[in-house]
């Protein structure tokens, strides 16, 4: 089993807040992380949602809870239920404990925020991202296979290529066809499809529904907005917002939009293996979109991630700001990576505490004063410095 950063995160906060709700797309390994917790707690009571027998067990929601008062209570796909929400406040009110409920959720934003807003303040969010960089052996090998099959473990962790490949197209299909359905989203699966594959084209690209729109057959630019937003909340999708600073220049205003497993990229792309991968169009962006996601996971609370760029072309690829402090990652796919005359720009506009090229490189070296070049395995040092 691999080892979760995010097994020490849920330790804390299950000690600080009664309820913690894990967030993460199916098949992340959320239920394996709970298990796994509640197997410290002998009083745990485990109940998995899309089980009939299980839900059978809330059909008195209040009856329930109240006999396991002084248990742990893991509630898995609690999305399953959204009227647990309403049962679960008087619950805590009347025994705010520390540690008394862990709910798995396959949904995030508005699919489950709508449900949760009673329970403000009583409520723990952590999220569950596929396996990161940071979770695997550091040696090259390891990374490519992270990069070519995603994070979703039974992908990385499939005997061959071919096997790796055939489980990301059936969890396409499956979560089009089941998981969305599950969630209350109503969109045609096949059109949902192609939306999918198209953004996987525009992978990190700004986006443009009235463009996209028309890609596609003419959708309406609010039909496509629906669909990014349904994906993004899925956590299929991240919307990456442009950085705004009083620099005096023209700021682009259009988010960025990445397909966020590598995995599911390649999938939706038909590309199945690392030559296929080293030789295609998408394969810049396609790292791009990986290490944006090893930065995002290794932010801590508080911290806000974006990307910069001006009308006239000067850009970073992520722009980290923690309090007072900002810095900033450019990616590039390189050995012996170079950069343009517009990131040194992007340095002093945004006057930069420090910055970063990430690259696949084995070791991290100067590129000038308060500018190194690092690997993916120096994200999280070049954060926390």
């Given at each position: ?54 839900r ?9 809870l109240?006999r ?40 995030s ?24 960089a ?33 489980w ?70 991240r ?9 005096g ?27 296929a ?19 995002a ?88 410095a």
């Open positions: 089993m691999i080892e979760r950063q995010a097994q020490l995160g849920l330790a804390t906060r299950m000690k600080q807040s009664p309820a913690v709700l894990l967030l993460g797309p199916r098949q992340v390994g959320k239920s394996t992380l709970a298990r796994t917790f509640a197997a410290t707690r002998p009083d745990a009571t485990v109940l998995d949602l899309e089980r009939a027998s299980d059978a067990l809330l059909a008195e929601p209040e009856l329930f109240a396991h008062r002084n248990h742990l209570v893991v509630l898995d796909e609690v999305q399953l239920m959204p009227e647990l929400f309403s049962a679960l406040r008087p619950e805590i009110d009347a025994q705010r404990e520390p540690g008394r409920f862990l709910l798995l959720g396959s949904a934003g508005d699919l489950l925020r709508q449900k949760s807003e009673s329970l403000a303040g009583r409520l723990s969010y952590l999220e569950l991202p596929p396996v990161l940071a979770e695997l052996p550091s040696d090259l090998g390891t990374l490519q296979q992270l990069w070519l099959r995603g994070g979703f473990p039974l992908s990385l962790l499939a005997p061959d290529e071919t096997e790796s490949y055939q990301r197209r059936d969890f396409i299909e499956s979560f089009l066809l089941r998981d969305l359905a599950q969630m209350g989203v109503r969109f045609a699966a096949e059109s949902l499809h192609r939306f999918w594959r198209m953004q996987a084209h525009l992978q990190g690209q700004q986006a443009n529904a009235s463009a996209l729109g028309q890609s596609l057959g003419g959708l309406a630019h609010t039909t496509v907005t629906r669909y990014t937003d349904t994906l993004v909340d899925a956590m299929m999708l919307r990456l917002e442009p950085c705004f600073v009083n620099s220049k023209r700021l682009v205003k259009s988010p960025k939009v990445y397909v966020r497993d590598s995995g599911l990229l390649h999938a939706l792309l038909g590309i199945a293996d690392l030559n991968l080293q030789g295609h169009p998408i394969v810049g962006a396609s790292w791009e979109g990986f290490v944006i996601e090893q930065i996971a290794a932010l801590p609370p508080g911290a806000h991630l974006s990307y910069y760029r001006t009308a006239a072309g000067t850009e970073l690829d992520a722009v980290v700001e923690l309090g007072a402090r900002r810095i900033g990652f450019e990616v590039k796919f390189s050995a012996a990576p170079t950069v343009t005359k517009g990131f040194w720009q992007a340095i002093d506009d945004l006057k930069l505490d420090a910055a970063y090229v990430v690259a696949p490189v084995a070791r991290s070296f100067p590129l000038r004063a308060g500018v190194e070049v690092i690997g993916v395995d120096g994200i999280d040092t070049a954060i926390q």
